[in-house]
């Protein structure tokens, strides 16, 4: 049974960092491509960053230079280390697995940008 579980979201203000995590059970981590999603409050999920089996990553044009997708395959996690953070970036982070036409979502964690 896939089982993806977030954590790490926090309150943090203007121009700061932080970094998620998302660790995946039940399917074989390493061969798969993984992503990150987000809903800002009141607003449609939306795509932030997709990392590679074996390397590379995408970014959505909001996030690109200030956010970075990484993983440990070792251990299972996905991370994104998110920098100069803007209110415009609070939202619920869900890591995503698409396996076999099937998306796998975690329970989310809650980011939040304010001062």
């Known amino acids: 049974q896939v089982r993806l579980a977030e954590s790490g979201g926090d309150t943090v203000q203007p121009g700061g960092s932080l970094r998620i995590s998302c660790v995946g059970s039940?399917?074989?981590?390493?061969?798969?491509?993984m992503n990150w999603y987000r809903r800002p409050p009141g607003k449609e999920r939306e795509f932030v960053a997709y990392s590679r089996s074996g390397g590379g990553a995408n970014y959505a044009g909001s996030v690109k230079g200030r956010f970075t997708i990484s993983r440990d395959d070792v251990r299972s996690t996905m991370y994104l280390e998110m920098n100069d953070l803007k209110p415009e970036d609070t939202a619920v982070y869900y890591c995503?697995?698409?396996?076999?036409?099937?998306?796998?979502w975690g329970q989310g964690t809650v980011v939040t940008v304010s001062s």
């Open positions: 995503n697995l698409k396996i076999e036409h099937t998306d796998h």
């Open positions: 039940g399917f074989d981590f390493s061969r798969n491509g």
